[in-house]
C-alpha cells in the first residue's frame, strides 16, 4: 500500500502542476522512494494508435518508478481540451466522483512510498452539474499539495485555495511557488515573503523558469523531507 498519498491542486488552470509533480517525484526518487503517480482525468488528448492519450499524465508515467499502465494512471481520456466536466458532456460520457475515488484506491493498494493524485484546473473545477474535483480529495482524506503560480494575483488566489481547501476539512501538506515565464515578476521576494508568513504551511520550494519539463532540475530545488514525517 502507498505510504504517503497526496493530491496536488493549483491556484488556477496552467499553474504547472504537472511539471511540479513530476519534479516532487523525482526528488523522491532521488532519495531511495518508490513513486506512483495518477491523473484521474484528464481532457486535451490526442488520439494515438494505443488510444487517447494526455501529455501530462505521459509525463507523469515516465517520473515515476513503478511500472503502470497509461489506462491506470489516467483512467478517464477525453479529447476536447476544455473544462473536464464539458469535454465529459460532449463525449457522452458520465464522470462521477465515486467512480474518480473508485480508481484512486485501486492504486493506493500498490507497494510504493509515494502516490500523487493530480488533479485538473483548480480546487473548484466541475465534475459534473453537482460536484466538484475536490470531493474527490475530500472522500479519501487526501493532504494536498498546493501549486501557486507566481504572477500578479497570485496571493489572493493562494489564499482563497488554502481557505477552501481547509474549509473542506483538509490540510495544505505544503505549496510549491511555480515561476511560468522567464521574466521574474515584479516583486517577488516580497510576494514569496507574504506568502511563506500568511499560508501556514511549509513551502517545499521556488521553482525557476524553464523551458520544457526537466524534472532533474527542477527536484534540486525542492525539499520533500516534510512529505514522509509522521
Known amino acids: 500500500m502507498a505510504k504517503k498519498t497526496y493530491f496536488v491542486t493549483g491556484t488556477d488552470t496552467g499553474v504547472g502542476k504537472t511539471m511540479v509533480s513530476a519534479a516532487i517525484l523525482e526528488a523522491a526518487r532521488m532519495s531511495g522512494k518508490r513513486t506512483l503517480a495518477m491523473k484521474p482525468i484528464a481532457s486535451g488528448c490526442e488520439s494515438t494508435p494505443d488510444g487517447l492519450r494526455n501529455e501530462d499524465a505521459l509525463i507523469l508515467q515516465r517520473a515515476i518508478t513503478e511500472p503502470l499502465a497509461y489506462d491506470v494512471i489516467n483512467p478517464v481520456a477525453l479529447e476536447p481540451a476544455i473544462a473536464p466536466h464539458v469535454a465529459a458532456q460532449l463525449a457522452g460520457r458520465a464522470v462521477s466522483a465515486q467512480r474518480l475515488i473508485g480508481f484512486c484506491r485501486g492504486l493506493q493498494i500498490r507497494p510504493a512510498d509515494l502516490l500523487l493524485v493530480e488533479g485538473a484546473g ?6 459534473n452539474d453537482r460536484e466538484t474535483f475536490a470531493a ?17 494575483g497570485c496571493i489572493n488566489h493562494a489564499l482563497l485555495t488554502a481557505e477552501a481547501i481547509r474549509a473542506d476539512g483538509l490540510v495544505v501538506a505544503g505549496w510549491v511557488a511555480n515561476r511560468p515565464e522567464p521574466e521574474v515578476m515584479s516583486c517577488e521576494q516580497e510576494t514569496l515573503n507574504y506568502l511563506l508568513t500568511h499560508l501556514g504551511a511549509p513551502c517545499l520550494g521556488v521553482l525557476p523558469w524553464l523551458e520544457g519539463v526537466n524534472a532533474e532540475t527542477l527536484a534540486v530545488h525542492l525539499n520533500i523531507d516534510s512529505l514522509f514525517e509522521n
Not at 122 to 127: A, E, F
Open 136 to 152: 474527490l480529495p475530500r472522500e479519501l482524506g487526501l493532504p494536498v499539495i498546493m501549486i501557486v503560480s507566481l504572477k500578479l
Open 122 to 127: 483548480g480546487w473548484r473545477v466541475p465534475l
